[in-house]
């Protein structure tokens, strides 16, 4: 048994979602959102890089001593899959562990809203599951995919930087590639994809302006493309994808993404108050005709107003997600107000405004 494994079950045992080894540091589970210390000893460089290199591959271990950075999944057989990060910092080596459940929660377990795997049964289009670092998004593209791998009979190719979710073909055929391990890039894998005879094709993540070309050009031609972004709402994330892009071609790429794009989901992370644990709040925009003509025209600062009126399609506002669970008890009227769009709004419930970040109260 590796050295490293106590922590990895321990962090399974708490329900951590993350767990931080640092020389110069003890290490450190993250549980509900917050860090929490575990009673061990500071932890040295070399003993530390030791621990982790007894669990790492060859080849990664090369890549972390020439670059200072890695990415890698890793298995503990019968106990969890993880996402590592290994990085070099001031006082040596750092690591970070993420815990990807072994079993693939559905939209129904999640509690997410049944429009979810009404999307994932689409023909083609383009589906983007966006939020900050930690909100969830992997889970929930799981959760589509699975759904689909369940209902469709499909060939489905993930490109991840590193598999998360280990998706067994169910009624689908399902074949996962690494990025750095089964192929060289996103783009490459996806360019590579189209000659391979998807229907859906899952990107990890759309990081530059070579793989989001490829993504729209695969959802034009009848494939259903599902990816993340770190944006926090539906317009932004508009805005990200077309300025990415030189300026004397975004109109074009304005016309390609009205016609490509079919949902926009936006997910926050609250702490709950009512049980330990965390909850997703999500914003939906649903790419109907109204919204395309937005996207075509350059009108992306209308899009929460076609959000407002667009709940019999599916659509909800992150801040009317906010106000359900507020009023249900479910969430801190704080935090409400530090992670709602319009603050002014949620002012009455605070009963002495403390924003974390002062600098947006309203006016």
Do not use: W
Not at 130 to 156: E, F, Q, W
Not at 218 to 238: D, E, F, K, Y
Request: hydrophobic share 45%; glycine share 6%; charged share 25%.
């Amino acid at each position: 048994m590796a050295k490293i494994d106590a922590f990895l079950k321990l962090m399974v045992e708490l329900g951590a979602s993350d767990l931080h080894l640092s020389a110069g540091s003890p290490p450190l589970l993250r549980v509900h959102g917050d860090l929490q210390r575990v009673k061990y000893k500071v932890l040295e460089s070399e003993e530390l890089k030791a621990m982790l290199y007894e669990v790492t591959p060859e080849e990664k271990i090369k890549q972390f001593e020439e670059t200072g950075d890695v990415d890698f999944g890793f298995e503990l057989p019968g106990v969890a899959r993880f996402r590592v990060n290994f990085f070099m910092q001031h006082r040596g080596v750092g690591a970070v562990f993420r815990l990807i459940p072994s079993q693939i929660r559905s939209v129904e377990e999640l509690g997410l809203p049944p429009i979810l795997n009404k999307l994932a049964l689409l023909p083609k289009g383009l589906i983007l599951v966006t939020g900050p670092t930690g909100s969830g998004k992997s889970t929930t593209l799981a959760a589509m995919v699975d759904y689909a791998n369940r209902m469709r009979r499909d060939h489905i190719i993930t490109i991840e930087d590193p598999i998360e979710f280990v998706h067994q073909p169910k009624n689908c055929l399902v074949n996962q590639r690494e990025v750095g391990l089964h192929t060289r890039s996103f783009a490459a894998a996806l360019r590579a994809a189209l000659r391979e005879d998807p229907d859906i094709i899952l990107v990890g993540e759309m990081r530059d302006l070579e793989t989001i070309s490829l993504a729209l050009e695969a959802a034009l031609t009848g494939h259903l493309v599902m990816s993340t972004l770190h944006t926090v709402s539906a317009a932004q994330t508009v805005d990200r994808i077309i300025d990415i892009f030189p300026h004397d071609q975004q109109p074009q790429i304005r016309a390609s993404l009205s016609e490509s794009l079919r949902a926009v989901i936006s997910q926050t992370m609250f702490k709950r108050i009512d049980r330990p644990g965390r909850i997703v709040a999500l914003e939906i925009l649903i790419a109907t005709p109204a919204a395309r003509n937005l996207i075509r025209e350059g009108k992306t600062y209308q899009i929460p107003s076609i959000i407002q009126t667009g709940r019999k399609y599916g659509m909800i506002s992150l801040d009317d997600s906010i106000m359900e669970y507020l009023q249900r008890g479910i969430i801190s009227p704080e935090e409400a107000l530090n992670k709602a769009a319009d603050k002014a709004r949620f002012m009455p419930f605070v009963k002495e405004v403390e924003l974390a970040d002062f600098t947006e109260l309203p006016v």
